[in-house]
């Protein structure tokens, strides 16, 4: 059987360009093609390289892991490790889920000519098939993505959240808040953000009513008892936001919070309760803000 290597470098180009442009539309990453272009290409030299065993070091795992970190890397530029990691893990599975379809249409198909080496598929017909299998699968999982998003209710973006505070509670609703990674800068203890009027009863009010005033170092209108209760228990937390790229929260570390979600509870010690001085809805569905890292 005579195979082809332009046929074999351009088919694996394609289906590389598939995977990786499917792995960008799950990252929601913004995808610039040109580097998906050299990222399979990339991919695809590399298994014609591999099948011609022109070096013995091209079928080393290691090898394929750098090669796999390296056209994530040109694909989509992360900007740290943390990133890195997690395009990564979206690529493998990505590939996994191409690589089940296209041996799912290769065992429908049953072609005949069709033999293995150095971890290729390699035929004249199968090869067709596999680039139809990683078509399908990118429909498939794109819709899945889909479908999963769309079952994803209402309730489960809301939690009920009792904190604790100089040995008061109060309990209240909370938005699930993917995009909250706020952390205390020198702790990094991750940030639950709650509205100042729900810790009148727990927070002095001349505290809770001056919180620009005092981020800014000015305690006119609290009293010097409640100045010096207080001025070492206080945190001030960056934030950047949409319109708001330098923001400062005033902090402050309770005894405790308990999430609730569902049946489950969950105790935290560790966190700060960052104090927004204005309503985060008009209608108060909610009077907080958690992020995915606490729950």
Not at 73 to 95: A, D, E, R
Not at 175 to 181: E, R
Not at 247 to 269: A, F, R, V
Request: aromatic content about 10%; hydrophobic content about 45%; some cysteine.
């Amino acid at each position: 059987m005579t195979i082809y290597l332009d046929v074999v470098l351009i088919e694996n180009l394609i289906m590389n360009y598939i995977i990786l442009y499917a792995t960008g539309i799950i990252l929601k990453i913004n995808i610039k093609h040109i580097r998906l272009i050299i990222a399979s290409l990339l991919g695809a030299i590399y298994s014609i390289i591999a099948y011609m065993s022109v070096l013995e070091i091209y079928s080393s795992i290691i090898l394929k892991i750098i090669l796999s970190v390296v056209i994530v890397y040109i694909s989509y530029n992360p900007q740290n490790v943390k990133q890195l990691w997690k395009h990564i893990l979206i690529f493998y599975m990505t590939s996994f889920v191409f690589g089940g379809a296209a041996f799912a249409l290769i065992y429908v198909v049953k072609p005949q000519e069709i033999f293995m080496k150095n971890g290729l598929f390699l035929g004249t017909y199968p090869l067709k098939t596999i680039l139809l299998g990683a078509i399908i699968a990118f429909f498939v999982i794109i819709t899945s993505f889909k479908i999963v998003k769309s079952k994803i209710s209402k309730k489960d973006m809301f939690c009920i959240v009792k904190v604790k505070i100089n040995n008061k509670e109060i309990e209240t609703k909370v938005m699930i808040d993917t995009g909250n990674l706020l952390k205390e800068p020198i702790s990094n203890t991750p940030v639950i953000v709650l509205e100042h009027t729900l810790l009148y009863d727990c927070i002095p009010k001349e505290i809770l009513n001056n919180l620009e005033n005092i981020l800014g170092g000015d305690f006119n209108g609290v009293s010097e008892e409640v100045k010096n209760q207080y001025i070492s228990k206080l945190k001030v937390i960056p934030f950047s936001s949409l319109g708001k790229q330098n923001g400062m929260l005033m902090g402050i570390k309770p005894e405790y919070i308990i999430i609730k979600n569902e049946d489950n509870e969950k105790k935290i010690n560790n966190v700060i309760i960052g104090i927004y001085n204005k309503s985060l809805t008009k209608r108060g569905e909610y009077r907080g803000l958690i992020g995915m890292e606490l729950l």
